[in-house]
């Protein structure tokens, strides 16, 4: 079976650049999708095909996917930001979901 | 606007089959591969499956023998039966469509949840 790996944690200071990382092999032939998941609420979809903003998400979250690493970059990141943040991928046959990681805003 | 909403028992014994089902307003449900994902208590998200349109599904191999999704008799709707259910089992389930009628992943658009329990 496919595996995205994700680091479990990630600090950054309000304002500063976050980046969080998804690791699978050759990741970067793959379409790369993230979410965001605050306590208690359903996952939102904050960055799909690699680079792809949905509507209503801020210009502050990008993307960049290739060889065998995803990233997921927040710019000026706000206290708002602070939440679980998922990656996935479609292998080919199944839907897989990185581990997942914490963003701390502190 | 397109709205999902889960439905069914929150509390399943062991060894019982759950079973859900998930409403979908503002949408066709005679388009896209509609998903089911769980998560356990305090873990990430997991797959479990989807069902499209025609009736095909594609199953995460981890529950390939357990599990069941079809399309509901009012075409408003469609199911996941889990069978022989375990405590390993008892997790917060969605269900959820993917952003084109061509994407298998990238859901933005998610029910609530509901939190089931598997418990003798």
């Known amino acids: 079976s496919y595996d995205l790996t994700q680091p479990p944690s990630v600090s950054v200071s309000p304002g500063q650049t976050a980046s969080i990382t998804c690791s699978g092999d050759?990741?970067?032939?793959?379409?790369a999708t993230w979410y965001q998941q605050k306590p208690g609420q359903s996952p939102i979809l904050v960055l799909y095909?690699?680079?792809k903003r949905p509507s209503g998400i801020p210009e502050r979250f990008s993307g960049s996917n290739s060889g065998n690493t995803a990233t997921l970059t927040i710019s000026g990141t706000q206290a708002m930001d602070e939440a679980d943040y998922y990656c996935q991928t479609w292998d080919g046959s199944a839907v897989v979901f990185g581990g997942g990681t914490k963003l701390t805003v502190l | 606007q397109v709205q999902l909403q889960e439905s069914g028992p929150g509390l399943v014994k062991t060894s019982e089959t759950l079973s859900l089902s998930c409403a979908v307003s503002?949408?066709?449900?005679?388009?896209?591969?509609w998903s089911w994902i769980r998560q356990s208590p305090g873990k990430g998200l997991e797959w479990i499956g989807f069902v499209r349109y025609t009736g095909n599904t594609n199953y995460n191999p981890s529950f390939n023998s357990r599990v069941t999704m079809s399309l509901g008799t009012s075409k408003k709707q469609f199911s996941l039966n889990l069978r022989s259910v375990t405590a390993a089992d008892t997790a917060i389930y969605y269900c959820?469509?993917?952003?084109?009628?061509?994407?298998?992943?990238?859901?933005?658009?998610w029910g609530q949840g509901i939190m089931v329990t598997v418990s003798s």
């Open positions: 050759k990741l970067g032939n793959k379409y």
């Open positions: 095909q690699d680079t």
């Open positions: 959820a469509r993917p952003i084109s009628e061509t994407s298998r992943g990238s859901f933005d658009v």
């Open positions: 503002g949408d066709s449900i005679s388009s896209h591969h």
